[in-house]
């Protein structure tokens, strides 16, 4: 059996060992479960009385002694069942703190906000991001087209939600990713188009843009960095500069 899963509901090593304990040996005085489980009294009386809480032993009393039993354990999935309706619960409250905290918020920030996103964890916070905030479109300028290869978990659940969410992608290749997977259109699916810039247009940095930001990555060796800028002015003179590349780079 794994009784690891009666852990993983909560219940201690000691609660799991009682209450196993107490299906073998039926209805018993304390004293016995103390022989039994070779605990101290005190630690016995405490653990019953957690489990008791929880619903999984009773007692009655006999011969003015009291005698503690095992619940059937079908009240494992009672618990269960109770844990998911209070996570529902909890879920549906947190959404609407959510929604209060951001209107709260929202009249705090500044015209313009940066921030930097370090490491892998950084660029995946920062490609969620973009789902957030993406409205129909990204862009990308000088890709190099690495995630698929330093998370391909990630990318390829996050390009099947933007997929899903109809963001389109389009891309300005550098020309040495030509042969990148990133480049493909059977690889990338639908919404994607991408054309590949001039070689002496290479550069170190692959910029982002989408909604009202602009992320600049700098990617050294699989340890990308992004400088996420938060400014729609910004953001659409970067796509006027996108429009003139795209219509002098080749496909």
Sequence with gaps: MDLMVLERLGLSKIEVKTYVCLLELGSVPSGKIVRETGHRKSTVYETLRRLQNRGL???????????FEAVEPDKIMDIIAERKNTLNETEIQAKQLVIELKKGFDTLKPHAEA???????????????????????QLLIGAISRENEVMPAFFKDWNRQRQKMKIKLKILHKESARKKLMAKKNYMGGYFETRFLPEQLESPAVI??????VANVLWKKDYPICFLLINKEIADSYRRYFEYLWGASKK
């Design 115 to 137: 921030h930097v996103l370090e490491g892998v964890e950084g660029f995946k916070a920062m490609r969620r991001d973009v789902l957030r905030h993406a409205d129909s479109e």
């Design 57 to 67: 032993v009773s007692h009655v009393i006999r011969n003015g002694m009291k005698h």
């Design 208 to 213: 982002n843009i989408y909604g009202d930001r």
